[in-house]
């Protein structure tokens, strides 16, 4: 890229879950920092931690829990903050860095299907809640029950799938290799313009450290 080219952005496409955008005078570089940063660092939602209280099921207790933990959340990264940056200094969390639910659930004389909507948070009022409710969970013979506590925790995915918000792909344009389409798909946890943009602000803070760095270095050389 020359020094004198102009940097812009075009939106192609957007439709709520996905969205397809044009960059133009933008380095392969800083476009492939921007994809990569989507899927491994803009923070989303999931569950962290489950308390078996009691799993009569015929699935055990960590597949259910595995199962549990992929259900995607729509996140309020602006209210929670990842655990390892809470000032609570408490495992089990706080306001400011979990979501408590609970899920409990018996089948009677007939077969029951546990639903993503049977899990009931603490805060009835709260914005941290599953995508879809029809996401099924497991399926209870006959008397069998589940009793479980869950644990919503902010994440990246660079620690787990689980917490990836999406799909995020970089392709040069039909209309020349100084033109990048940047095509970003939501699974729900955060629409595909605030990932977009979070990973941005994640890229400027990483520059941003990186100066100060060796800004220090130069002072101390």
Not at 60 to 69: D, P
């Amino acid at each position: 890229m020359s020094s004198g080219e102009e940097v812009a952005v075009e939106l192609l496409e957007s439709d709520g879950k996905s969205v397809k955008v044009e960059l133009r005078g933008v380095p392969l570089a800083v476009a492939n920092a921007i994809r990569r940063l989507i899927i491994s660092e803009v923070p989303t939602m999931a569950v962290e931690e489950v308390l078996v209280i009691e799993n009569s099921s015929g699935m055990t207790n960590e597949i259910l829990a595995h199962r549990i933990s992929l259900i995607p959340f729509v996140s309020d990264i602006d209210r929670y903050v990842p655990p390892e940056e809470c000032t609570c200094g408490s495992k089990l969390g706080c306001e400011r860095c979990v979501v408590r639910y609970v899920l409990k659930a018996e089948a009677g004389d007939q077969p029951l299907t546990v639903y993503s909507r049977d899990m009931v948070p603490e805060d009835p009022n709260t914005s941290v809640v599953p995508v879809s409710g029809n996401i099924p969970i497991v399926k209870l013979a006959p008397g069998e029950k589940v009793e479980l506590e869950l644990y919503v925790r902010v994440g990246r995915g660079k620690k787990h799938a689980k917490w990836q918000p999406g799909i995020a792909t970089l392709y040069e344009s039909k209309e020349g290799p100084e033109k990048r389409i940047l095509f970003v798909e939501s699974f729900g946890f955060l629409e595909p313009k605030r990932m977009i943009l979070e990973a941005i602000k994640i890229l400027n803070k990483k520059v941003k450290e990186l100066a100060y760095v060796i800004k220090g270095g130069e002072q101390h050389a």
